[in-house]
């Protein structure tokens, strides 16, 4: 099955359905729990960051995702689609983040992550789409002062790239 668009970002089966399930929920949970923290005058600034975003879509594997075969046309390429990956998911938590960065080596998934910003007009001011290596960029912003401010930092590498 091969998707003939720029978003396809094809990997995981299951458990990533499952892991991107339990992500939603902790977004939710995290920015409703710091909604007005540490007060209601001056709540910290809440960002989300991705340091292997991808393309913010996702495409499962065949064979690797659940068995359709008692509805065979559940199987075709149209119903499947793309599904939200980490990125769309952050984009789409209410209550939302102030900031949301990714960041992508891949410069053609940067590209795609890009387009978020159509998608998401109201929250393309507070996105910033950084193409490079994910260690470097997560050093970079370790270093930064972090007062007043609060982030999620999602890492999920396809094998062992964090350093």
Not at 71 to 89: K, V
Request: a negative charge; one cysteine or more; charged letters at 30%.
């Amino acid at each position: 099955m091969d998707i003939p668009n720029e978003k396809a970002h094809r990997f995981g089966g299951d458990w990533t359905s499952a892991k991107l399930k339990v992500l939603a929920a902790y977004l939710e949970s995290y920015t409703t729990a710091l909604k007005d923290k540490p007060s209601a005058s001056r709540p910290f600034v809440k960002g989300y960051i991705d340091a292997f975003a991808g393309t913010g879509y996702r495409e499962t594997r065949p064979g690797k995702c659940l068995d359709l075969s008692l509805f065979p046309d559940l199987a075709d390429t149209e119903p499947q689609g793309l599904l939200d990956g980490s990125a769309r998911l952050a984009l789409k938590t209410e209550p939302r983040f102030d900031k949301y960065v990714f960041i992508e080596q891949d410069s053609s998934r940067c590209a795609a992550l890009r387009g978020l910003k159509d998608e998401f007009q109201d929250l393309a001011p507070d996105m910033v789409i950084q193409q490079g290596e994910a260690n470097q960029e997560i050093r970079e912003i370790c270093r930064k002062n972090w007062s007043g401010r609060r982030a999620v930092l999602f890492l999920d590498p396809y094998g062992m790239q964090v350093e």
